[in-house]
């Protein structure tokens, strides 16, 4: 199954996790990791050094670029996994795919402190990859 793996920059399991559902026989898109996790701290500190508020940044041409780059991505997926923590980028790429009609997964990093029944939206709410693993299509 064609996966696009949602996180955080921050989230050091991205990658590892990434590994096991290609080990699992899924492929699986997580090139967004690449960028670091300070990728969206810097692109803030230039524009601001710029004169750019935050709305006139988004309309700039490295928003416009990386937005274009993970939009293509989100939509040549079948289905998405949120990997938390994550932030509002994640959960917005999240919504993006579920009103796309895709299922999406979402990985529990820990008992989450405050509940938010929104993640009924969700296709499944799991504790861990490997849970995730044996709940997911088949791959082809």
Request: charged share 25%; hydrophobic share 40%.
């Amino acid at each position: 199954m064609r996966l696009y793996l949602i996180g955080s920059l921050r989230n050091p399991e991205v990658p590892k996790t990434a590994e096991l559902l290609r080990q699992a026989g899924h492929e699986v898109f997580d090139d967004w990791y690449a960028a670091g996790e300070r990728a969206d701290d810097a692109w803030r500190d230039y524009e601001l050094a710029r004169g750019h508020s935050f709305i006139e940044a988004l309309q700039g041409y490295t928003a416009e670029h990386v937005f274009r780059y993970d939009k293509v991505h989100l939509d040549r997926a079948a289905a998405g996994v949120l990997l938390l923590p994550a932030g509002k980028s994640g959960h917005i790429e999240m919504g993006y795919l579920i009103g796309q009609g895709k299922p999406c997964y979402v990985v529990l990093d820990q008992q989450p402190e405050r509940f938010d029944v929104m993640y009924k939206f969700a296709t499944a709410v799991v504790h861990d990859v490997s849970a995730l693993i044996k709940i997911l299509p088949t791959p082809i």
